[in-house]
C-alpha cells in the first residue's frame, strides 16, 4: 500500500521567497514520485517526476525536488517565488511499471504575496 | 485536440438519478485512468484500463459506478442512483504505452454536483 502526506495545506510566501512545499511518502517498494500543479479552473499539470537514478530532480517553472529514501521524503522547492506560482500542488507516488495508478496527498494551497 | 478532453465540464443532477461522464484520451495513449477529487481533497483512484480492459477496478466505491472503454480510446464512467455523496470532480488522465513512459496526462475534470 502507498499513502502520501503533505505538510502545510496552506503555505504563503513572499515573492522573491524560498518556496519549500514538505512531500513524505509510504511505499513497500521503490517508488516513483511525482509533483503535480493544478490552476483554478484546470487540469493537473505535472511539475516534475523521480523514476530512478538521479535523486535531484528538475522540473518546469524553476522547480526543483530531491528524492531522499532515508528520509521517505520528495520535498518541491523553488529558490525565489513568482506570483504566478499561487496554486495547488500535489505530491503522488506509484509503484512504478505495471502498477502505475497513483495516490495523491491532500494538496498544499501556494500564496504568494506581493 | 491535443490533450485529454472531458465532457460535460459539469453536470447537475438529482439524488437517484443516472449519470455519464465521458473521457477523450489523447490520441495512441493506451493507458486511461479515472480519479475522483472531492473538495479540499487530492484525486482518489478508481480504475484504470489498459486498452479495453479493466486492468484495477479496486478504488470504485460500490457497485453503482461502472466504467468501460469498449475501442481502447474513449471512456464513459457511469453511476446509478447517484447520492449527494457522489458530488465531486471527476479526472481523467491518459498515459502512452512504452517502458519507462509513466506521465499521465489529466483532463480538466468533469464537476458533478447531486442534490
Known amino acids: 500500500a502507498q499513502s502520501v502526506t503533505q505538510l502545510g495545506s496552506h503555505v504563503s510566501v513572499s515573492e522573491g521567497a524560498l518556496v519549500l512545499l514538505r512531500c513524505n511518502y509510504s511505499?513497500?517498494?521503490?517508488?516513483?514520485l511525482f509533483w503535480y500543479v493544478q490552476y483554478p479552473n484546470q487540469g493537473l499539470q505535472l511539475l516534475l517526476k523521480?523514476?530512478?537514478?538521479?535523486?535531484l530532480v528538475k522540473g518546469i517553472n524553476g522547480f526543483e525536488a530531491e528524492f531522499k529514501k532515508s528520509e521517505t521524503s520528495f520535498h518541491l522547492t523553488k529558490p525565489s517565488a513568482h506570483m504566478s506560482d499561487a496554486a495547488e500542488y500535489f505530491c503522488a507516488v506509484s509503484e512504478g511499471f505495471g502498477n502505475e495508478k497513483l495516490t495523491f496527498g491532500t494538496g498544499t494551497r501556494l500564496t504568494i504575496i506581493p | 485536440g491535443a490533450g485529454v478532453s472531458q465532457t460535460p465540464s459539469n453536470k447537475v443532477t438529482e439524488k437517484g438519478k443516472y449519470v455519464e461522464l465521458r473521457c477523450d484520451p489523447i490520441?495512441?495513449?493506451?493507458?486511461l485512468y479515472w480519479y475522483r477529487q472531492s473538495l479540499g481533497q487530492g484525486p482518489e483512484f478508481l480504475i484504470y484500463?489498459?486498452?479495453?480492459?479493466?486492468?484495477?477496478d479496486s478504488g470504485l466505491p460500490n457497485d453503482r459506478f461502472f466504467a468501460v472503454r469498449p475501442e481502447g480510446s474513449v471512456s464513459t464512467l457511469k453511476i446509478q442512483r447517484t447520492e449527494r455523496g457522489d458530488s465531486a470532480v471527476y479526472l481523467c488522465?491518459?498515459?502512452?504505452?512504452?517502458?519507462?513512459?509513466?506521465?499521465?496526462?489529466f483532463g480538466p475534470g468533469t464537476r458533478l454536483t447531486v442534490l
Open positions: 523521480y523514476t530512478t537514478g538521479a535523486t
Open positions: 484500463f489498459q486498452g479495453t480492459g479493466a486492468a484495477d
Open positions: 488522465a491518459s498515459r502512452s504505452p512504452g517502458l519507462g513512459s509513466n506521465e499521465q496526462f
Open positions: 511505499s513497500s517498494v521503490p517508488p516513483y
Open positions: 490520441s495512441g495513449h493506451t493507458a
